[in-house]
Nanobody
Framework: QVQLVESGGGLVQAGGSLRLSCAASGRTFSTYTMGWLRQAPGKEREFVASISGSRISTYYADSVKGRFTISRDNAKNTVYLQMNSLKPEDTAVYYC???????????????????WGQGTQVTVSS
């Protein structure tokens, strides 16, 4: 069992930055691929970014490439999402998720994750 707790959300003006954190419980954090996904009102949950347990592989949605950076500190059981140049369309609830590593699994899909945090609201004003 893995418990995930997000923090760092809030209200920011367009062009600003926020850093989300997700603290995980458990002793096997490094074996999980970690992802950030988001859900805006009236929309389906969508992939934002993921990072492998070894930190070698990172993936980003096209909409956030060049603006967001995902990272992790396995010693602290924490994954981060640095968000720069924020736009109003980035407004959403952001969820941290953990997925057991399986070769060939597509971590852009919500179904690939086993554990979820409660979400943190990010609001970008224009």
């Amino acid at each position: 069992q893995v418990q995930l707790v997000e923090s760092g959300g809030g209200l920011v003006q367009a062009g600003g930055s926020l850093r989300l954190s997700c603290a995980a419980s458990g002793r096997t954090f490094s074996t999980y691929t970690m992802g950030w996904l988001r859900q805006a009102p009236g929309k389906e949950r969508e992939f934002v970014a993921s990072i492998s347990g070894s930190r070698i592989s990172t993936y980003y949605a096209d909409s956030v490439k060049g603006r967001f950076t995902i990272s992790r500190d396995n010693a602290k059981n924490t994954v981060y999402l640095q968000m720069n140049s924020l736009k109003p369309e980035d407004t959403a609830v952001y969820y941290c998720a953990a997925g057991l590593f399986l070769p060939g699994r597509d971590y852009r899909r919500s179904q690939s994750y086993n554990y979820w945090g409660q979400g943190t609201q990010v609001t970008v004003s224009s």
